[in-house]
């Protein structure tokens, strides 16, 4: 069964200051997805990590994906308010139904001045 | 060009009352989605279409049903609400093929008492 963790769950930072947040899945996968949701809205979507060592960066945010670590990053670079939100990984069964996701639990993201 | 629209954005039942949560899509996608969002988890798959007759269940199918007639339209019927159905509910589609980036909806909040 395919299991999706993400840590840490909660995470306060100061603007300018640099963080990880880390995604590990329990099963062989291919496709692995990273979303925005800030409060009381939809999901955004942020990055779409589709093969081994795939790096992709927008902003201040960068993730990676290593499939046989079966772990993705997502990097903050000297954050800023805006990017306070919480942020999910959403990874796809390998070989399994088209588009049918396994999301982790979210971080929440607060950054402060 | 809408993307995902559902409605309604709020509803409060009680339990045992029926209803049915739509959703719509303008972007011709084959591939449609509902999930559902209880507080501080990720997002949890109820069933998911992958075209226009054909649906299939996905996580947690319980106490829910579906149809698609049409490309565009996927609606969600509860019938016999219950408490444990409280959650944010998020219709998503996307498009056939291995990128399979999923776009979300604004959400209904459901509260059933």
């Known amino acids: 069964e395919l299991k999706v963790e993400q840590n840490p769950l909660f995470l306060s930072m100061q603007e300018g200051k640099n963080y990880t947040i880390y995604c590990n899945y329990s099963t062989t996968s291919d496709r692995l997805y990273w979303y925005r949701q800030d409060p009381g809205k939809s999901l955004e979507s942020l990055f779409v990590l589709l093969s081994n060592g795939a790096v992709k960066q927008e902003g201040r945010l960068m993730a990676s994906l290593d499939t046989k670590a079966r772990l993705s990053t997502l990097h903050i670079t000297a954050a800023v308010h805006d990017l306070s939100a919480t942020y999910f990984c959403a990874v796809a069964r390998y070989g399994g139904s088209q588009g049918n996701l396994i999301f982790g639990k979210g971080t929440k993201l607060s950054v402060k001045p | 060009n809408a993307g995902v629209t559902q409605t309604p954005k709020f509803r409060i039942l009680k339990i045992g009352q029926s209803m049915t949560l739509q959703c719509t899509q303008d972007?011709?996608?084959?591939?449609m989605y509902w999930y559902r969002q209880d507080p501080g988890m990720g997002l949890k798959l109820i069933y998911y279409s992958v075209g226009a007759g054909i649906t299939d269940k996905g996580e947690v199918p319980n106490g829910y049903n579906v149809s698609r007639s049409t490309t565009e339209d996927f609606p969600l019927r509860l019938e016999l609400a219950a408490p444990s159905q409280t959650s944010v509910y998020f219709c998503?589609?996307?498009?056939?093929?291995?990128?399979?980036?999923?776009?979300f909806g604004p959400g209904t909040r459901l509260t059933v008492l």
């Open positions: 998503a589609s996307s498009s056939a093929g291995y990128y399979n980036e999923q776009f």
């Open positions: 972007m011709n996608h084959n591939y």
